[in-house]
């Protein structure tokens, strides 16, 4: 009896040896986190940015979710807050471009590698008739990065959708199909018309039927609805406009606000949610959105250090900071937007700033590189 009461002892000063340690294991990890403060406000004084949200999560635990600074400066002054939404710009791309692609692909109405000519005929022209689906995902197309929209809208008015697309089909490559990494915001408009072709809808209604809407994300769309607009981190001031739940890309501007490399608007939270179905193989709110082996080509390196749709170790990368593992993968959106995820650990690092409010002149460089650094030192 005496023996089985010590054994008992023992077992709850072990329990509470145990708890006490993960208590103070989770205070230091909040201590540690709480650096993110000082880095978001200096930089936010420093002028760099106006605003920010970020939100640090680990499988499905959200570690960090604060805002900070302002939503919009000019004309007037509002306050961020941790719900605002903003323009995502490149990491369109990946979330709803790519992702959209790997179901088409899961369901067999398409593969990576068909040839794009084989869905948009009038692609097949001036030396790009070898270039793959998987080529436009990992920006190996030989495609020229940009393309004036200035001068298609003054030739064709705004918006001109098909006169865009028609653009990009009638370039000319400047390298060959696999052999360059150029990152190119025409792969991913041909990506956006590839699904439409495929899919029968437009590349806003695919991914919100497969996508947002499964996985729950209620503030996830294309061209968000005016009543959105005063929660909406604005972003440049152009022509004396402020633009706010207007698409800040002027290609995306072209395609009526539509388009595969920029053109979607979303929360913190929401992305949070996307992150954690990529970090648990493709399933989250018992929901499964892609296959493992999808979720594999859409975040592990492929070619010349990029996946499928997201970056792993390209010259790009630079976003993970230094101390994130190497098989991290990211993406970021020029408006200022940003993820970091590592496979390992199931960590998720979001960075959503407004930096090119009011006039563009902000960086967010270093916001994204001191945050992730915090983050990844925290583990």
């Known amino acids: 009896m005496r023996r089985t009461r010590t054994i008992t002892t023992i077992l709850v000063l072990l329990s509470c040896i145990t708890l006490s340690c993960e208590v103070t294991q989770t205070l230091s990890r909040r201590q540690r986190l709480a650096r993110i403060d000082r880095v978001v406000k200096e930089e936010i004084q420093d002028g760099n940015i106006p605003g920010a949200v970020v939100l640090v999560g680990r499988a499905d635990r959200i570690l960090y979710w604060e805002a900070f600074g302002s939503q919009m400066t000019e004309p007037q002054r509002e306050a961020m807050t941790k719900d605002a939404i903003f323009d995502l710009a490149s990491l369109t791309k990946p979330i709803a471009t790519a992702t959209s692609i790997m179901i ?69 490559p400047l390298s060959p199909p696999g ?44 061209n968000p609805p005016e009543s959105w607009q005063e929660n909406i981190a604005a972003t440049e001031i152009v022509d004396g406009q402020v633009l706010r739940g207007t ?109 090119v409010h009011p006039y563009g002149k902000g960086t967010s460089r270093p916001i994204r590189t001191k945050v992730a650094d915090v983050v990844f030192s925290s583990l």
């Open 104 to 172: 088409l692909r899961e369901r067999g109405e398409l593969d990576l590698d068909d040839f794009v000519a084989e869905y948009l005929p009038a692609f097949g022209c001036q030396g790009k008739e070898g270039v793959r689906i998987k080529h436009l995902l990992a920006h190996t197309s030989g495609l020229p990065a940009y393309t004036s929209a200035g001068e298609l809208e003054q030739e064709f008015g705004t918006p001109c959708p098909d006169k865009l697309i028609e653009k990009v089909c009638s370039l000319e």
């Open 179 to 222: 052999e360059k990494f150029r990152y190119s915001c025409l792969g991913y408009i041909t990506l956006a018309k590839i699904v439409e072709v495929v899919a029968g809808e437009a590349i806003d209604d695919f991914a919100g039927d497969n996508i947002f809407a499964p996985l729950r994300m209620k503030h996830t769309m294309y």
């Open 247 to 355: 698409v800040h890309d002027p290609l995306a501007r072209l395609a009526a606000g539509v388009s595969g490399n920029a053109g979607l608007f979303s929360t913190a939270y929401d992305l949070s949610i996307y992150c954690r179905m990529l970090l648990s193989g493709g399933v989250c709110k018992n929901t499964r959105v892609l296959s493992s082996e999808a979720v594999e080509l859409l975040t592990t390196a492929q070619s010349h250090g990029r996946a499928y749709g997201f970056d792993v170790s390209s010259g790009y990368s630079w976003v993970k900071g230094s101390l994130a593992p190497k098989e991290a993968f990211c993406h970021t959106g020029f408006t200022g937007t940003s993820i970091v995820c590592d496979p390992a650990s199931r960590t998720y690092v979001i960075i959503l700033t407004n930096v």
